[in-house]
């Protein structure tokens, strides 16, 4: 059977944007990976804080005075230093990661992964490339966009700060999602 891949790209990652991945994860039985969970990692450890005290609490982190930046703006700088020698570091990675998983008889439990973190179109066609889909989590009242476009069958959530999406967007997304997977299942079939 083949398993399902879901890439999640937001130009904003809230508690909204968490808690839709955690829905979509218990809806559909799914892992969740978090490619840019070695960029909180580094963060985390320059500020002195848990990863988990960084993602909830990014906007309330307050930077060393010695570093100058924003939490954003050092999780960015990171980012490109991992990038600068491999521009596909987190491609790479994720390529890695799926094969490692797709090994463990743990893996065999779930349907497949959900990835989040995808920031560029590099990333975003590893995931299409792979039979997988872009779940694209839209914040409303952010100035930053996505870094890559929206294809035309991928599915949207918009949100803002102060509004989660409701759960029957979530449960209708998720049921969009499983229709989309179940097709490619037949096609192959076929």
């Known amino acids: 059977m083949k398993k399902i891949l879901i890439g999640v790209a937001t130009n904003n990652c809230n508690n909204h944007t968490r808690n839709a991945i955690r829905y979509l994860c218990e809806t559909m039985n799914i892992k969740h990976i978090n490619i840019q969970q070695q960029v909180i990692d580094a963060a985390a450890a320059i500020l002195r804080v848990s990863a988990y005290e960084l993602q909830v609490n990014t906007e309330q982190l307050k930077p060393l005075p010695l570093i100058k930046l924003s939490t954003k703006e050092l999780m960015v700088k990171i980012r490109s230093l991992l990038c600068e020698k491999n521009t596909y570091f987190f491609v790479d990675h994720l390529d890695a990661e799926l094969n ?91």
């Open 100 to 190: 490692r998983r797709n090994e463990t008889m743990m893996q065999k439990l779930f349907n497949g992964d959900i990835v989040s973190g995808i920031q560029t179109e590099e990333e975003a066609d590893y995931i299409r490339s792979n039979g997988g889909i872009i779940l694209h989590i839209i914040d409303n009242n952010s100035i930053e966009k996505t870094a890559f476009s929206i294809l035309d069958n991928d599915p949207v959530i918009l949100t803002t700060n102060s509004t989660p999406p409701p759960e029957t967007t979530l449960q209708k997304i998720a049921m969009s999602l499983m229709r989309h997977f179940n097709q490619q299942k037949n096609e192959q079939a076929a």
